[in-house]
């Protein structure tokens, strides 16, 4: 049994810059949009206690709407993100870590499927 219970906080309220403007959440990925491909992944490990995934504060709502049915069926909660930098993304989605979390990783995603990179 893994000791390990691990918050994973996504941070998903950037405006996708570095990725020429376009939603990179609702890319496709094997038939799914992006964001939901990237909780699935993690959703797989033991050691994941909860997902939090941090939405663009101005369109939470829209977010939840789009999204909020599949996350919360793979457990992932989504809170309002931060308004200019990402560290205030990450503080928002860190009040929502439970107490009985042992780690918190904003880049697991790096261990999870790094062959496929």
Known sequence: MNAFRVAVIIPAAGRSSRFGGVDKLAQDVG???MILRTVEL???RED???IIVAAPPDEVDAFRDRYGNQLGFHGAKV???GTVE???T???AL???PAD???IQTQLWRRVDCPRL
């Open 79 to 81: 809170v309002a993100g």
């Open 42 to 44: 993690f959703t797989r």
């Open 90 to 92: 990450v503080r928002n």
């Open 86 to 88: 990402r560290w205030e």
């Open 31 to 33: 038939g799914r949009p």
């Open 48 to 50: 994941v206690a909860v």
């Open 95 to 97: 009040a929502e870590v």
């Open 101 to 103: 979390c042992t780690h």
